[in-house]
C-alpha cells in the first residue's frame, strides 16, 4: 500500500490508456440524456396513490458512479502504474592527496582577509567538498610538523581538524623539509592511481631536522606530485608583531623561496602557484581541482514493481457490484 502513495517513485509504462478517461464526459451526458427522454406521467397530486417518495430510486445514481469508478480504475491498471527504484555503483579511480599546510607566525599576516592562515583554511575545505571521492589527509608545519590527519575518505573528520588549525599548535619557524616529509610519509604505502602533495608556505626554510632537498628527493622516490604555492602579497604586508608594549602591527618585507618551491614542483610533475591574495589562492586550488581530475564510472540499475493488480480488483468489483444490484436491489424500478 505504501508503495501506491509514493508517486514520487511511480511511472506508467503504457500511459496512452489514460485517453480512455474521455469516456467520462460522454457517460455523464448519456446519461442525463436517458433522464430527459424517459417518458413521465405528471400528477397535480399523490393523494389516493400509495407512492413514498424518494426510496431507492434516491439511490439508482450509485449504480452510474461505480460505473465511473470502474472505467477509472481499469483505465489506470491498463496504463501499468509501476514503481521505481535505483541503484547506483559507483566505481572511482581515486587520488591520494596531502595538504600540508605552513601554520608559522608570519601567516598571521593580513595581506589576506582576515589573515592568511584563515584564508588558507577556507579554500582548503571548499578544496575538499569539491573531491568527495578522494582520500584526503591534513599536514601543518611551523617550527616542526604534525600529521593532523591520515588520508582519509570521511571528510567530516577532515574538515573538523582543518576549522581547528591556528597558529600557535607547533613552535614557530618555518620548516618546509619537516612539512613535505611529513607528507610523503602520509603518502608512501598509498595505493591510489596517483599521490599528489599540496604544500602551501609563505616563507623561507630557516629551521627543521630534514633539509627541503632531501624531502624532495624522497617524495620522487614515491612518484609523488607536488603542488606548491607561495603565499604572499608583493612587497611588504602587515605583521602582527610582539613587542615589550604588546603585539603592534608593523609592515614587514614579504620573502617566498620561490626557487626551492618551483624545484619541488617542477622536478615531480607538478606545478608552482604564487597567491596574492584570497582571489587569487583560491584560484589556485580550482586550478588544482582541474588538474588532478578524478575518474569516476557510475552505472545506474532500475528494478520496476507492477502495481495494476490493485487497481485492476478495484474495477471487477465495482463492476460486480453494480450488476448485482441492478438485478437485485434495484430490480424493481424503471
Avoid at 567530516?156 to 607528507?183: P, R, Y
Avoid at 603518502?187 to 631536522?209: A, E, F, W
Avoid at 614542483?265 to 583560491?282: C, I, S, V
Wanted: aromatic content about 8%; charged content about 20%.
Amino acid at each position: 500500500m505504501s508503495e501506491l502513495l509514493d508517486w514520487d517513485h511511480i511511472s506508467f509504462a503504457q500511459p496512452y490508456f489514460f485517453a480512455l478517461l474521455l469516456l467520462i464526459p460522454f457517460m455523464v451526458w448519456w446519461q442525463l440524456r436517458g433522464r430527459r427522454d424517459n417518458p413521465a406521467l405528471r400528477l397535480t397530486t399523490l393523494s389516493g396513490l400509495n407512492v413514498k417518495a424518494g426510496g431507492k430510486a434516491t439511490f439508482r445514481p450509485v449504480l452510474f458512479v461505480l460505473r465511473c469508478i470502474a472505467l477509472v480504475a481499469l483505465t489506470i491498471a491498463l496504463a501499468r502504474p509501476q514503481s521505481s527504484n535505483t541503484t547506483e555503483n559507483i566505481d572511482s579511480e581515486g587520488i591520494d592527496i596531502v595538504i600540508s599546510m605552513d601554520v608559522s607566525g608570519s601567516m598571521l599576516a593580513e595581506d589576506f582577509k582576515p589573515n592568511r592562515i584563515e584564508a588558507a583554511k577556507s579554500v582548503a575545505l571548499d578544496f575538499v567538498d569539491k573531491r568527495p571521492t578522494d582520500r584526503i589527509g591534513l599536514v601543518i608545519f611551523s617550527g616542526e610538523s604534525f600529521s593532523m590527519c591520515p588520508i582519509t575518505i570521511d571528510h567530516n573528520v577532515l574538515k573538523e581538524q582543518i576549522s581547528q588549525i591556528k597558529n600557535g599548535m607547533l613552535n614557530d619557524g618555518t620548516s618546509i623539509g619537516m612539512g613535505l616529509a611529513t607528507a610523503v610519509d602520509r603518502l608512501r604505502y598509498s595505493k591510489g592511481k596517483s599521490k599528489v602533495i599540496v604544500l602551501m608556505t609563505d616563507g623561507v626554510n630557516n629551521t627543521g631536522l630534514i633539509d627541503p632537498l632531501t624531502a624532495l628527493e624522497i617524495a620522487k622516490a614515491f612518484k609523488i606530485k607536488i603542488y606548491t604555492i607561495g603565499v604572499g602579497t608583493i612587497g611588504q604586508a602587515i605583521f602582527p608583531v610582539q613587542t615589550p608594549m604588546g603585539i603592534q602591527k608593523q609592515m614587514q618585507p614579504v620573502e617566498i623561496d620561490e626557487p626551492l618551491l618551483k624545484k619541488m614542483a617542477a622536478e615531480t610533475g607538478g606545478r608552482y602557484y604564487r597567491a596574492t591574495g584570497n582571489k587569487a589562492l583560491d584560484k589556485v586550488y580550482q586550478e588544482i581541482d582541474k588538474l588532478e581530475k578524478t575518474k569516476i564510472d557510475i552505472t545506474s540499475y532500475k528494478h520496476y514493481a507492477e502495481l495494476f493488480f490493485p487497481f485492476a480488483m478495484l474495477a471487477v468489483i465495482c463492476l460486480v457490484l453494480e450488476v448485482l444490484l441492478r438485478y437485485t436491489v434495484f430490480r424493481s424500478i424503471t
